[in-house]
């Protein structure tokens, strides 16, 4: 399968990633090589990677607990402290192999370690090889506030290889599936379509799809100074409920595509209100979401703390909360301001059966 370039990176799929890396690294005398895993990956996708990899540098295994509470400053204290005693320097790499906690965490480690230092994400989950692959955003959790530290520092690489799937259940597939969707919603009215009816047979096609759309999307827009804005469509309220479901005791915590699946039904109400999207597709989409990750009842105080979370978005600007709304599948605007009265119907629309 045809690799993706952008200016700075480029993701390589299957047999072609692992020929590409080992070139890499035959060519570019690493002083030491660290793979980062949490300990699903350690136990299951560790061991067939290293199998593919071939160099003479000395590898060291980073290990960090799973999932997003543990996607901390912390975490990245104690990462940074291991490859110090390890005798990381300049020309050290690490390889992130994992979700998006590790990709997102592990680009964040190696863009500050020493002021930076080279970094390839190899993507093991069906959401961070169409999300958290592309793009170069790295970061970490402030309490339950999502990557609200962080850069923007390209890997050297990528690789997708479609064989880490076999490794996740249904539910977290599913989780990913929701970005895929969004990037039919955002910016290919056909491939948005071609989703509806549920994650794809061909799903290594439908990856590359998805990858290509969000490079496509990056390459124009690397800073997120305008176009790139668009990916955030379904995160402003989708960050919200997730951040909220991370903190509260009273509810399961959320996966990422889980929240923003949420999110992206309730802006979709937005974007009928704001930017002209036909109610038809409003109701489509909220038809097509409810279909593939069912509903969230929410409290009257569930609702408020959930609104006291959009304060914290990244997007925001001299205290206004900004949205990347749809005008219609596969059309989107960036930028839009939203009343607090329409934020409240939002949520009262994706509550409705």
Same mark, same amino acid.
């Given at each position: 399968?045809?690799?993706?370039?952008?200016?700075?990176?480029?993701?390589?799929?299957?047999?072609?990633?692992?020929?590409?890396?080992?070139?890499?690294?035959?060519?570019?005398?690493?002083?030491?090589?660290?793979?980062?895993?949490?300990?699903?990956?350690?136990?299951?996708?560790?061991?067939?990677?290293?199998?593919?990899?071939?160099?003479?540098? #000395?590898?060291?295994?980073?290990?960090?607990?799973?999932?997003?509470?543990?996607?901390?400053?912390?975490?990245?204290?104690?990462?940074?402290?291991?490859?110090? $005693?390890?005798?990381?320097?300049?020309?050290?790499?690490?390889?992130?192999?994992?979700?998006?906690?590790?990709?997102?965490?592990?680009?964040?480690?190696?863009?500050?370690?020493?002021?930076?230092?080279?970094?390839?994400?190899?993507?093991?989950?069906?959401?961070?090889?169409?999300?958290?692959?592309?793009?170069?955003?790295?970061?970490?959790?402030?309490?339950?506030? /999502?990557?609200?530290?962080?850069? *923007?520092?390209?890997?050297?690489?990528?690789?997708?290889? #479609? *064989?880490?799937?076999?490794?996740?259940?249904?539910?977290?597939?599913?989780?990913?599936?929701?970005?895929?969707?969004?990037?039919?919603?955002?910016?290919?009215?056909?491939?948005?379509?071609?989703?509806?009816?549920?994650?794809?047979?061909?799903?290594?096609?439908?990856?590359?799809?998805?990858?290509? *759309?969000?490079?496509?999307?990056?390459?124009?827009?690397?800073?997120?100074?305008?176009?790139?804005?668009?990916?955030?469509?379904?995160?402003?309220?989708?960050?919200?409920?997730?951040?909220?479901?991370?903190?509260?005791?009273?509810?399961?915590?959320?996966?990422?595509?889980?929240?923003?699946?949420?999110?992206?039904?309730?802006?979709?109400?937005?974007?009928?209100?704001?930017?002209?999207? #036909?109610?038809?597709?409003? $109701?489509?989409?909220?038809?097509?979401?409810?279909?593939?990750?069912?509903?969230?009842?929410?409290?009257?105080?569930?609702?408020? /703390?959930?609104?006291?979370?959009?304060?914290?978005? /990244?997007?925001?600007?001299?205290?206004?909360?900004?949205?990347?709304?749809?005008?219609? *599948?596969?059309?989107?605007?960036?930028?839009?301001?939203? #009343?607090?009265?329409?934020?409240?119907?939002?949520?009262?629309?994706?509550?409705?059966?």
């Amino acid at each position: 399968m045809q690799s993706i370039c952008s200016h700075t990176s480029t993701v390589h799929f299957g047999e072609t990633g692992y020929a590409e890396i080992n070139g890499h690294l035959a060519k570019s005398n690493y002083s030491s090589v660290f793979v980062l895993v949490d300990s699903n990956t350690h136990e299951h996708c560790l061991a067939p990677f290293l199998s593919q990899l071939a160099t003479d540098s #000395p590898i060291e295994v980073l290990e960090v607990e799973p999932g997003e509470v543990n996607k901390t400053l912390e975490t990245c204290n104690q990462l940074w402290l291991a490859l110090s $005693e390890l005798g990381a320097d300049r020309k050290s790499l690490i390889i992130n192999l994992g979700g998006g906690v590790v990709t997102d965490m592990g680009g964040f480690v190696a863009s500050a370690f020493k002021r930076g230092i080279d970094f390839i994400n190899v993507p093991t989950t069906l959401l961070s090889m169409v999300d958290a692959s592309v793009g170069g955003k790295t970061g970490v959790d402030l309490g339950p506030l /999502k990557n609200q530290i962080g850069t *923007i520092s390209q890997p050297v690489m990528v690789l997708v290889d #479609p *064989i880490y799937l076999q490794t996740l259940d249904q539910r977290q597939k599913t989780s990913g599936f929701a970005e895929m969707l969004k990037h039919g919603l955002i910016k290919d009215a056909n491939y948005w379509a071609s989703l509806k009816p549920g994650i794809p047979e061909k799903l290594t096609e439908s990856i590359h799809h998805s990858v290509a *759309i969000k490079n496509e999307v990056v390459t124009q827009d690397p800073t997120e100074q305008g176009l790139r804005k668009i990916l955030n469509f379904g995160h402003t309220l989708g960050h919200a409920v997730e951040s909220y479901f991370l903190e509260s005791e009273a509810h399961e915590t959320l996966l990422h595509g889980e929240a923003i699946a949420v999110g992206m039904v309730m802006e979709a109400y937005l974007s009928y209100k704001l930017c002209g999207l #036909p109610w038809s597709d409003c $109701e489509e989409i909220k038809t097509t979401f409810k279909a593939h990750f069912g509903s969230i009842a929410f409290e009257a105080e569930d609702i408020e /703390k959930i609104l006291g979370y959009l304060k914290f978005d /990244k997007k925001n600007s001299h205290g206004k909360v900004k949205f990347a709304l749809l005008k219609a *599948i596969g059309d989107t605007q960036w930028d839009i301001e939203v #009343p607090q009265d329409l934020l409240l119907e939002s949520i009262t629309y994706y509550e409705k059966v």
